[in-house]
């Protein structure tokens, strides 16, 4: 087991559940006598640590050897608790809805009460770990001096919502499903919701010009299989409750701000680059750019790249090299 | 009956399919003496003729009072020959594969066999309407003199055909639609098709602008709804007869131009007007540059919108207002 566990009893979500909980985490690197040496990632949609580890991996251009990487991975995703290893009577379909808060407030006790870790030199991610990471710097500014969401909002734009909608769409119309207490996994939804979802992934000219190949894909319905593949590596139930909790993601959406998505904004206080991918289908560079027009300290720099979402998720030579440098200059 | 039909006996397909067929078209104003003032319009993906109208209806900019514009339906739309309305041995389905060329070589049939005309002042087409434009203007460049294709394309991309095959998967994850022999119309499965589908339709800004409103719909979804309640009056083999058809369009994809496709858009020579949305998620602007750039004759303009696909369906004021220009320049 590469991974330790922290348990948070009796947590009560913002949907005013309360359960036990359980995050799973992986430490890589030697956390420093006074704790100043963190950096903390999120996962992404169906990722877990492994899968986040692209991001910071090594490179001509990055060294972490002196840093500490922490690597939560999110609620559902299969490691931390999640429909799927959830005990009765929160098992499965009657999972609790978990908000982004929900996600970085447990994160926040693991990392203070139990790591001792009051300032975090960094906190990054991809995708849903962005929409983690821009949580974190709205509710705890103290604690984050910088701050990296790569392909991300603060707020998921109703197109984004949408177009997961769809994906949920198909997955749940495979009879098979059964409202969430199948017998085996809905295999026919699942590969439905793969196929939806590859049209997202990357951009109109990812297909066109074929940079598919790059990523070492044949053909289009090698993307579509790698897609699938991707998705079906996770339960249908906690595949569901990520994206129940990508799709409610706002930084303003609680009693603080009520809604006000300036003032949230305004309340972030670290250094912050923000990276959208230039082709990204659904976290578009106008969202990012509003966002970073309401950050105090915050720097728009789109990945120029034609892999669309995927630009950034660490696969993406041209975007590893964009994240690596903007890594350096916010530790640096 | 607001249409008439005519028939097409033993008709073999690209496919290598032999059927007897039928087209449903709709005459609007006089044909002339001399046969001199017919524009054609074709229908877009689950349109009837009805639909087709909002194309070319009357406004202060536009009077075609001088001209007879012939709809043609499509097949698979549930009028022409169809799924849903084929006797046995050819009934849902066990319709056969027919492409946008096999479209168009009945249609030309019925336009200089029947109707006796040997040269259309325009051919246009919102969508699938102009991927049937396309395909008239390379294969009968002597019987079309202009041409109009809005929101479309002379070849399918491989990202457009992704999207197709994502909702299409959708609809036959639902395991009554029973391989297209099911008892009743697949209800779940359509009205998952109809959400994956409203995802693409429109464009990232139409709605972070809530620019539905300016269509009469409330939120995003009464978007979806509208969407679902487009598809829906159709029947399921018929969308999926349809779809076949979209993603198989190609110019070039036959025995003259064996896949060239520069060599096919070369061969068009009516005067035409290329209009692709601005903001379309799967019809791009890039795509019809590129066309535009090997056509002889042709210029392009696209449609300044934030409607997407829709900009050119002749619902959007902006993207109406920019077809009627064009119809008038065409046939001036």
């Known amino acids: 087991m590469d991974y330790r566990t922290f348990d948070i009893p009796a947590f009560q979500t913002a949907g005013g559940v309360t359960l036990d909980l359980q995050l799973a985490y992986r430490l890589t690197g030697e956390l420093s006598a006074a704790r100043d040496n963190a950096i903390l990632v999120l996962t992404s949609y169906a990722a877990q640590h492994g899968d986040a580890a692209a991001l910071f991996a090594a490179s001509p251009a990055l060294d972490l050897s002196r840093y500490c990487v922490i690597v939560i991975n999110m609620f559902g995703n299969g490691l931390s608790s999640s429909p799927s290893n959830t005990p009765s009577p929160h098992d499965g379909p009657r999972f609790p809805a978990l908000t982004i808060r929900d996600n970085v407030a447990c994160q926040y006790r693991l990392v203070t009460e139990h790591l001792g870790i009051t300032r975090l030199r960094l906190v990054m991610g991809f995708s849903m770990g962005a929409l983690q990471a821009f949580e974190w710097g709205c509710r705890y500014p103290d604690a984050v001096a910088a701050m990296l969401p790569i392909c991300g909002a603060a707020r998921v734009s109703p197109h984004n919502y949408l177009f997961l909608d769809g994906a949920k769409a198909a997955l ?80 303003s959406a609680n009693t603080r701000f009520a809604g006000d998505f300036v003032a949230a904004l305004g309340a972030i206080r670290a250094r912050a680059i923000v990276m959208p991918g230039e082709t990204d289908l659904y976290f578009t560079v106008a969202d990012s750019e509003f966002e970073v027009a309401h950050m105090p300290h915050a720097e728009l720099r789109p990945i120029r790249s034609p892999l669309g979402h995927v630009a950034g998720s660490g696969m993406d030579p041209v975007g590893k090299a964009a994240i690596d440098a903007a890594i350096n200059e916010l530790i640096g």
């Not at 969430?180 to 295999?187: K, L, M, S, T």
């Open 172 to 251: 749940t119309a495979d009879q098979t499903f059964a409202a969430g207490d199948y017998a085996e996994q809905p295999r026919v939804g699942l590969l439905a919701f793969g196929r939806v979802y590859a049209g997202w992934m990357f951009s109109q000219a990812f297909f066109r010009d074929a940079h598919y190949r790059a990523l070492g894909l044949a053909d289009l319905e090698s993307v579509v299989q790698f897609a699938q593949a991707y998705f079906m590596r996770r339960d249908a139930n906690d595949l569901l409750a990520m994206l129940w909790t990508w799709q409610h993601a706002d930084i």
